[in-house]
Nanobody, 123 residues
Framework: QVQLVESGGGSVQAGGSLRLSCAASGTSYERYCMAWFRQAPGKGREGVARIRTGISTTVYAESVKGRFTISLDNAKNTLYLQMNSLKPEDAAMYYC????????????????WGQGTQVTVSS
């Protein structure tokens, strides 16, 4: 059974950094699309960054490009999101997602989701 467990959220001041982790289990995750989404109160779920395992191709939303970095530790089956220069508008619940075939920014493309980790950014 595929399981994704996020951690690393917290409260920081604007300009600060956080690193989110997503521990993946239940499958080999070869050739998976893995992504980070976020959802702020009253807003839809927004794709932030994604990576295709095996070839490590990364894609970022324009709003985080140059500030966030997605990476994958294959030995630990763990997905990371390094977030630097955080802004108040980055505050949201952050979710890890995975799918064995589909990718892209549509949340409906992903079959597997973690429970989320909260990020708060104060100005």
């Amino acid at each position: 059974q595929v399981q994704l467990v996020e951690s690393g959220g917290g409260s920081v001041q604007a300009g600060g950094s956080l690193r989110l982790s997503c521990a993946a289990s239940g499958t080999s995750y070869e050739r998976y699309c893995m992504a980070w989404f976020r959802q702020a109160p009253g807003k839809g779920r927004e794709g932030v960054a994604r990576i295709r395992t095996g070839i490590s191709t990364t894609v970022y939303a324009e709003s985080v490009k140059g500030r966030f970095t997605i990476s994958l530790d294959n030995a630990k089956n763990t997905l990371y999101l390094q977030m630097n220069s955080l802004k108040p508008e980055d505050a949201a619940m952050y979710y890890c997602a995975a799918d064995s075939y589909r990718c892209g920014w549509a949340a409906d493309n992903f079959n597997y989701w973690g429970q989320g980790t909260q990020v708060t950014v104060s100005s």
